[in-house]
Nanobody, 118 residues
Framework: QVPLVQSGGGSVQAGGSLKLACVAS?????MGWFRQAPGKEREAVAR????????YYADSVKGRFTISQGDAVNTVTLQMNSLKPEDTGVYYC??????????????WGQGTQVTVSS
């Protein structure tokens, strides 16, 4: 398990932007984000190989969200633009020792609420 600490999130109107950040306390290979809307299962959002490797996105966020390496090692940010009400949910930072697929991310942050109003 990789200890993760998240920050950011909040409430915004549709079309607005928010940014999330996550710091891993130990060395890891892959970091990413998942989200869970009320009454729905957790879904993948984005992941990136630490060291500015390739990034992968869920189809629902492509072109609107950007995952990036932070200034410090083992930090990532998620810039969310053109937000839609359906982006509302609890966002979880995730990390793992492989970036081969979404299931490789098996450590979780505490979660942060993102609310987009119409």
């Amino acid at each position: 398990q990789v200890p993760l600490v998240q920050s950011g999130g909040g409430s915004v109107q549709a079309g607005g932007s928010l940014k999330l950040a996550c710091v891993a306390s130990t060395v890891t290979i892959c970091m990413g984000w998942f989200r869970q809307a009320p009454g729905k299962e957790r879904e993948a959002v984005a992941r990136i190989t630490v060291g500015n490797g390739p990034a992968y996105y869920a189809d629902s966020v492509k072109g609107r969200f950007t995952i990036s390496q932070g200034d410090a090692v083992n930090t990532v940010t998620l810039q969310m633009n053109s937000l839609k009400p359906e982006d509302t949910g609890v966002y979880y930072c995730a990390a793992g020792y492989s970036c081969s697929d979404w299931r490789s991310l098996d450590s979780w942050g505490q979660g942060t609420q993102v609310t987009v109003s119409s």
